[in-house]
């Protein structure tokens, strides 16, 4: 059997069976006597844009594109005057290449780059303040022995933690860390998280301890990391530690495809290694035998078909644009240049390689890259203006 069509037909059921499970939910919600399952998140989401004190965020999408069509032309302007540090999201320790061609075409092009080493799945050691404190040790390593200032990009929950390091750290940071880019990271909180675990709305108890075992026994993760990104949890966090005001911020945030063609579309997330094969030999000895060298072969997983039916759940429920696990709103980091693309991403594009790559289109390092270029400008402005 031909392995694409296999997992088309795969990936096809299970759209075609969790929407059909989406529908039946929000058929129930409707009919629901319970006003507070009916609502779910939808007073939550967006809560920071309706926050009293919380500052206004800029449009840096155009400066962005324009960033990113001199580098796809060749044009690169990052400083290696920096040590650029990449911050992987929850559950990263599972995607082994979980931001390595960032960091290989980083390190091609002579830059200081690094990925944070954080516990993101492990028992007691992925909640956002134990991480807050990794990260705070790790940034300062890298100081002192480069005598360089980080520049820091996280991922989904590592923005988050980044930027809780900076919330929480910042006397001992500010003269240390550049700036801060969260890319496709939850800052607000993410109704997904919300609506699994917090009781009396779409889950209970019992589906508490489906996830629990889930997250908890399969992949031996902490659920605590999860509940870190409910909105309760993160109001919570942002009225006890606010961002410094003077640091250079970027949100970036995306929205999924939901186009039926998105089902096909594999994701590679690691590699593993094929032993080696003793083969027979074709030469004048009968019994002599080759040895086939151990290959290297991709593990792909349809990532963009979850997070397209996760995006398609999320329209139809609360009518929110998102890239299948965070809304474009919940991203938006107050003070911070929002950048929003003018392509279609879902929420693990960024970080890991699809192999359905189109020449014309940029791809995640070269965003990468862009992304840190605008925050070097930033830096740049900040200082002549005083406030660096």
């Known amino acids: 059997v031909d392995a694409p069509f296999m997992w088309f037909e795969i990936c096809l059921e299970a759209r075609c069976g969790l929407l059909e499970m989406f529908i039946l939910s929000c058929q129930m919600c409707s009919s629901s006597s319970s006003e507070k399952t009916l609502l779910g998140s939808s007073d939550d989401i967006g809560w920071l844009q309706r926050a009293p004190g919380m500052d206004p965020v800029k449009d840096g999408s155009t400066r962005f594109l324009e960033l990113l069509e001199g580098i796809r032309n060749g044009v690169h302007t990052l400083p290696d005057s920096f040590v650029y540090l990449l911050i992987p999201g929850l559950f990263s320790n599972h995607g ?51 005598g360089k200032r980080v520049m820091l990009l996280g991922h989904s929950k590592g923005g988050v933690d980044a930027a809780a390091a900076l919330s929480i750290y910042w006397c001992d940071l500010k003269e240390k860390v550049a700036g801060l880019a969260l890319v496709q990271s939850p800052y607000g909180g993410t109704p997904l998280a919300s609506d699994i675990l917090r009781e009396g709305q779409i889950a209970d108890k019992e589906t508490r301890r489906v996830m629990e075992l889930l997250i908890c026994k399969l992949i031996k993760g902490d659920i605590r ?20 005001q003077n640091v250079p911020l970027i949100s970036f945030h995306s929205e999924a495809s939901v186009a039926l063609d998105v089902i096909a579309t ?123």
């Open 225 to 244: 990391a999860l509940e870190d990104l409910t909105y309760e949890k993160r109001k919570e966090f942002i009225m006890r530690h606010k961002l410094p």
């Open 96 to 146: 082994p290449l979980y931001f390595v061609s960032t960091k290989r075409f980083f390190s091609k092009m002579g830059l200081a780059c690094h990925i944070a080493k954080i516990h993101s799945e492990f028992f007691m050691k992925a909640s956002v303040e134990h991480n807050a404190w990794e990260l705070k040790q790790y940034i300062e390593e890298l100081y002192w022995g480069s």
């Open 266 to 388: 594999m994701t590679q997330i690691a590699h593993a290694e094929l032993p080696w094969l003793p083969l027979p030999g074709f030469g004048d000895n009968e019994s002599e035998d080759v040895v086939q060298v151990s290959r290297t072969v991709p593990v792909v997983v349809p990532l963009s078909a979850a997070m397209a039916v996760c995006a398609l759940h999320l329209q139809l429920r609360y009518g929110e644009k998102s890239d299948g696990l965070v809304t474009c709103r919940d991203a938006e980091v107050p003070g911070s240049v929002v950048v929003r693309p003018n392509q279609k991403l879902d929420h693990a594009w960024m970080v890991y390689s699809s192999w359905k790559k189109n020449p014309r289109d940029p791809d995640a390092c070269e965003m990468c890259e862009a992304l840190l270029t605008l925050l070097v400008e930033l830096g740049v402005a900040k200082q002549e203006k005083g406030m660096l």
